[in-house]
């Protein structure tokens, strides 16, 4: 294949010509689908240029301007686009494009999705639609005519505000839909089929009027509640905390079975994966309560983070996404408990984003350049991009961020912007300069800060050195310290937080009055004075830089057990864990002191649940692989056994008492409590099942049986297929059976086998996907089977390369239908480079095969590319 062209920020240039508004006609056939598209174009200049229109895979029937029909020698066509040589300075261009929503396995463009015409369009579907100036900054207002069989398609939807609808005496009906905010082509978007709905309303601050319509596969309306409360508590939290509300009249979601990612907020149409919207106790755990209640927030938060301003250029894609998601954590943290949330959202930046800072594919959070843009929808840009906004609103503080927003948001309404113009917004009413802030936005890979302290009894003073290491950038260039906010805290016994003394000149530390360091070289020393007996060090508290830190390790017992600052608590435990487990993988003994705090842990009664649970855990084998050399995956999973087994020995008869107090039908329902007491007890079981005993079994066992929610089923059903295969038979049957007619339930079973450790997981994965429930068209069950596959680090690695070898078989089989997905299960390989020579060997192999592969896809291409760079 012709090698795939690299694109850069550094040569944008403007469209020659702007699209001011777009009429739309689908005209939706059984076989095909016929697109109408009525441009209103205008030049931006005064010279005659040709008009450059995007496009993919569309047969094209006709080309008019001005209602009259072209000569094919007024334009030419290629792969990917239509050019018009003079169209003139303003005109209307009509062009009529055939597409086949049926074959679009790809699921970007038109498709057509368990009987249900939907469309995705970022960030390059809509030139799989018609032609168009496909791009962010050409805002157009549009109309769009859907018309259909009355008995397929009773529901036509799109954009904005229903204008007009009426039917034809062949059986065939229209809507027409007005959408009267101008929107680049990626908000736009078209749902139409046969779907059931549930319907609320809500009044904005303002006083109007909200319908709202939560679409679903008929059947599956009583499962869209917690979606649709979620979604009035979104509508207002951006009300009361951001001064924004919703400005349509009516604000339509749909639920689809096959969706390449979670959720797309096209203006007044959000389109749903719909395991982000279905859910009740019988078939959701607690975890897809809460995902459902964050993505539904971070699609409506999506309207003015995104939709009212939205991106210059793809390169700017984290000016939606990091600020989106900063936004979605900060509600759901308002919605559960603020620590808890913080727990979760750091776990996921450390255990998915830190890699991918750490390999081949690390890019900032605003890259430079890309091959394949879908392959920038990442960890980096979303999560990381989400911890620098978080850096920004704590430089700020609370008052002045909201007046920054504010700013941001008047300046900016009805504009598509740069991450520069959000910044400019933000230094208005910032403490201090930006400008090496903004280093944030241009380099890659996470910065460690090493803190050493020392206290001198005689003077009462602390001495803090902190050293900022900066790694090199992937491609070998030097990189600049980074300006952060640092919280800390000194903390005496009673674990009571000390008055912050900094001696010397503090004018460069606006911030210390909040308990903030603000962190600008590579080497800094703070001295606080007045304390009467040795402090424990509390750094980083809240998680508030993301950054490695390196902590001063002989406080951990101490901050584990009392610190004021429910992070760093949180920290200290993971911390004294990993430092145990690296221990244990010199062949050393278990610590009796980890063993003890873990117990003081467990006893402690004062604990809200939720946050005991994350207090007991173990560092995850992703977690443990960042900090090796050279990774050696074999070792942590036998230290992290072994070490669950001595806990299990250790707490057998508080754990066990525990759990009984704990597994009571009482605790059902979605209150905080009755979480926490799920995520505790499972916990607990998940310890005392490391022992394969009989009468941890038998809890399994009854918990399977008698469990009300799919959090206890699921976690047992786990449990026993991990750790007692053949106990396991009969519930893995009994839930086959249960649930083999629900897509979303059969996503949990699949991943059950698929990340289990026993020796024959790889023959049931294979023989999994000859189930009829799997289909590889649907890019949930991927994940949940070959997907959960690649993580499973006891197959995924296996010694013979046998699960290197399935997972690039697989990637060279999905990438024909769907390479976005194929992509994304290629990163499963980025740590080839930290791996044994052994592992590496067989890894390159499997890569390579990938790589070797015919017409393999440009966004497969790009990341097989970097890991074997
Ligand atoms: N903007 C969406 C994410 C999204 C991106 C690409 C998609 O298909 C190629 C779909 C969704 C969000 O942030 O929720
Ligand atoms: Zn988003």
């Known amino acids: 294949m012709s090698q795939p062209k690299t694109i850069y920020l550094k040569e944008y240039e403007a469209p020659a010509y702007h699209i001011l508004s777009t009429e739309l006609t689908f005209e939706i056939f059984e076989e095909h689908t016929l697109v109408i598209n009525r441009m209103a174009i205008k030049r931006r200049g005064d010279v005659p240029v040709p008009l450059l229109l995007d496009g993919d895979d569309l047969e094209l029937l006709c080309v008019k301007v001005d209602d009259v029909k072209i000569p094919t020698d007024a334009y030419e066509r290629n792969e990917e686009t239509l050019t018009l040589f003079d169209p003139g300075a303003e005109a209307t261009v009509q062009v009529v494009t055939k597409i086949y929503p049926d074959k679009n396995t790809a699921l970007e463009g038109l498709y057509r999705s368990g009987g249900i015409y939907c469309t995705q369009c970022e960030p390059h579907g809509f030139r799989r639609i018609t032609y168009f100036i496909d791009r962010p900054d050409n805002m157009s207002v549009f109309t769009v005519k859907v018309i259909a069989e009355q008995s397929v398609c009773p529901v036509l939807l799109s954009n904005g505000n229903l204008e007009e609808e009426g039917s034809f005496p062949d059986g065939r009906h229209y809507a027409l839909w007005k959408d009267p905010f101008p929107k680049p082509s990626y ?63 009516v604000y339509n979601i749909v639920a689809v079975d096959s969706f390449n990612m979670g959720a797309m907020e096209n203006k007044g149409l959000n389109i749903f994966n719909s395991h982000y919207v279905l859910a009740d106790e019988e078939t959701a755990t607690d975890a897809d309560f809460l995902g459902i209640e964050s993505v539904i927030a971070h699609e409506y938060f999506h309207n003015w983070t995104g939709n009212r301003i939205t991106c210059r250029d793809w390169f700017q894609l984290t000016l939606k996404e990091g600020l989106t998601v900063f936004r979605d954590q900060s509600f759901s943290a308002d919605m559960q408990s603020e620590v808890v949330q913080r727990i979760r959202d750091v776990d ?35 999560e990381k991009g989400s911890e620098v906004i978080r850096m920004l609103h704590t430089i700020l503080g609370e008052k002045a961020w909201r007046a920054a927003m504010d700013l941001y948001f008047e300046t900016f309404d009805g504009q598509a912007v740069r991450t520069e113009d959000f910044l400019w917004a933000m230094q208005q009413h910032s403490p201090i300069d930006l400008a090496q802030f903004a280093l944030w936005y241009s380099q890659e890979r996470t910065p460690s800060l090493c803190a050493e302290h020392s206290y001198d009894p005689a003077s009462g003073r602390l001495t803090l ?94 901050l584990m057990r009392f610190d004021s600052d429910g992070f760093v608590r949180y920290e200290a435990a993971q911390s004294f864990a990993r430092s145990t487990l690296e221990a244990m993988m010199r062949g050393e003994a278990v610590s009796p002191q980890f063993l003890e705090s873990f117990k003081h842990i467990l006893e ?11 207090l007991l855990s173990l560092p995850t084998v992703t977690m443990l692989m960042q900090t090796q050399q050279t990774v050696d995956v074999h070792a942590i999973l036998e230290a992290s056994d072994a070490l669950r087994r001595e806990i299990a020995v250790a707490c057998e008869a508080t754990m066990r008492h525990l759990y009984a107090l704990l597994h009571r039908p009482a605790h059902m329902g979605l209150e905080a409590e009755s979480i926490g007491a799920r995520a505790l007890k499972n916990r607990l079981l998940g310890y005392l099942m490391a022992q394969q005993d009989a009468e941890s079994i038998d809890s399994a066992m009854a918990q399977y049986e008698e469990s009300h929610t799919m959090t206890d089923r699921l976690a047992a059903l786990q449990l026993l297929h991990h750790g007692a295969p053949e106990a396991a038979e009969a519930p893995m049957r009994d839930f086959y059976e249960r649930y083999s007619g629900d897509m979303l339930v059969m996503t949990k079973y699949f991943s059950v086998i698929a990340s289990s450790p026993q020796p024959d997981t790889l023959s049931r994965v294979r023989a999994a996907m000859e189930d009829e429930v799997f289909n590889i068209k649907v890019p949930n069950l991927v994940r949940s089977l070959i997907g959960s596959f690649a993580r499973n680090p006891y197959h995924f690695h296996a010694y013979d390369g046998s699960g290197y070898a399935f997972v690039a078989e697989q990637i060279i089989a999905l990438d024909a239908i769907n390479p976005m997905i194929a992509a994304g299960l290629s990163g499963a390989f980025k740590t080839y480079n930290r791996l044994n020579a052994h592992s590496r060997a067989q890894m390159r192999d499997a890569l390579e095969k990938v790589q070797a592969h015919r017409g393999i896809s440009k966004n497969v291409y790009e990341i097989v590319g970097k890991i074997l760079a």
Not at 203 to 208: F, I, K, Y
Not at 222 to 245: I, N, Q, V
Not at 354 to 359: C, V
């Open 187 to 249: 908000l736009f978007a078209l749902v139409a089929g046969d779907l059931g709905r549930i319907s609320d309303n809500f009044t904005t601050a303002e006083g109007n009027e909200v319908a709202l319509h939560i679409y679903v596969d008929k059947g599956n309306e009583p499962r869209a509640d917690h979606a649709m409360r979620s979604l009035k508590a979104s509508m207002r939290w951006d009300e009361e905390t951001y001064g924004r509300s919703y400005d349509l009249s």
């Open 465 to 558: 050195k902190l050293e900022q290491i900066v790694p090199d950038a992937v491609d070998g260039r030097k990189q600049q310290p980074y300006c952060m906010p640092l919280r800390l805290a000194l903390l005496g016994h009673a674990g009571e937080e000390l008055p912050l003394q900094l001696e010397g000149d503090t004018g460069a530390q606006p911030l210390l009055e909040r308990g903030i360091l603000l962190i600008t070289r590579d080497e800094e020393s703070f001295t606080f004075g007045g304390l009467a007996s040795e402090p424990a060090l509390s750094l980083n508290r809240h998680f508030g830089a993301p950054v490695v830190m390196e902590y001063p390790q002989e406080d951990v017992m101490n």
């Open 348 to 382: 996921m930046l450390r255990e998915r984003q830190f890699p991918e800072d750490a390999g081949p594919t690390a890019h900032p959070i605003k890259p430079e350049q890309y091959i394949e843009i879908n392959n920038f929808y990442t960890a980096t840009v979303y």
């Open 604 to 614: 402690d009664e004062s604990l809200d649940l939720q946050f005991k649970a994350q």
